[in-house]
């Protein structure tokens, strides 16, 4: 069974940091892209990032790049999302999810359950 | 970066009736689209990806058509399930989601 599990969520001040990781299972983590996708309090869902099978493309969305850095460790099954200078508008569930095998960008078949970021003073 | 436009942002159907979606794109993105539920709580699912194919275990009552910019899902006979937030979302060019469209009881 797949599984995707997502830490690390936190209370943290406007300007600070915090890393999220997911503990993937289920399936050969090496194969697949990976996402973030995240989701503010009431609304929709917003694409973060995407890392290739080898860790060789990666993609953010404009208003995180500069800030957020997605990385994974195969060895581990692990995904993460360093987030740095984090503002209130940064608060949402941040989810992991599977895209497609290798390189492409494609659709997300699996999901975790979600690490909620909370930013304010 | 494409935009995916959703339509109704709600939709008041009754248990039992057909449920129309409709999700546009800001420039033709072939068939590279999927199609989401969402549940209160809860992760997103997926329901369809390369705009008609149904991913594992959904029902045959959901199904999804279109290309180039303009997409449908359509719930044949709603389910009492079935209500909750729908999100389209493009592969073409990185990604991207719609707005989502809230299907609640009539």
């Known amino acids: 069974e797949v599984q995707l599990v997502e830490s690390g969520g936190a209370l943290v001040q406007p300007g600070g940091s915090l890393r999220l990781s997911c503990a993937a299972s289920g399936f050969t983590f090496s194969s697949y892209s990976m996402n973030w996708v995240r989701q503010a309090p009431g609304k929709g869902l917003e694409w973060v990032s995407y890392m290739d099978s080898d860790s060789t493309t990666i993609y953010y969305t404009d208003s995180v790049k500069g800030r957020f850095t997605i990385s994974r460790d195969n060895a581990k099954n692990s995904l993460y999302l360093q987030m740095n200078s984090l503002r209130d508008v940064d608060t949402a569930v941040y989810y992991c999810?599977?895209?497609?095998?290798?390189?492409?960008?494609?659709?997300?078949?699996?999901w975790g359950q979600g690490t909620l970021v909370t930013v304010s003073s | 970066e494409i935009v995916m436009t959703q339509s109704p942002a709600t939709l008041s159907v009754s248990p039992g009736e057909r449920a129309t979606l409709s999700c546009r794109a800001s420039?033709?993105?072939?068939?590279?689209l999927a199609w989401y539920q969402q549940k209160p709580g809860q992760a997103p699912r997926l329901l369809i990806y390369?705009?008609?194919t149904r991913a594992t275990g959904i029902p045959a009552r959901f199904s999804g058509s279109g290309s180039g910019t303009e997409f449908t899902l359509t719930i044949s006979s709603l389910q009492s399930e079935d209500f909750a937030v729908y999100y389209c979302q493009q592969y073409n060019y990185w990604l991207t989601f719609g707005g989502g469209t809230k299907v609640e009881t009539k």
């Open positions: 999810a599977r895209g497609g095998l290798g390189s492409s960008t494609t659709h997300l078949d699996y």
């Open positions: 420039q033709s993105i072939h068939r590279n």
């Open positions: 390369g705009a008609s």
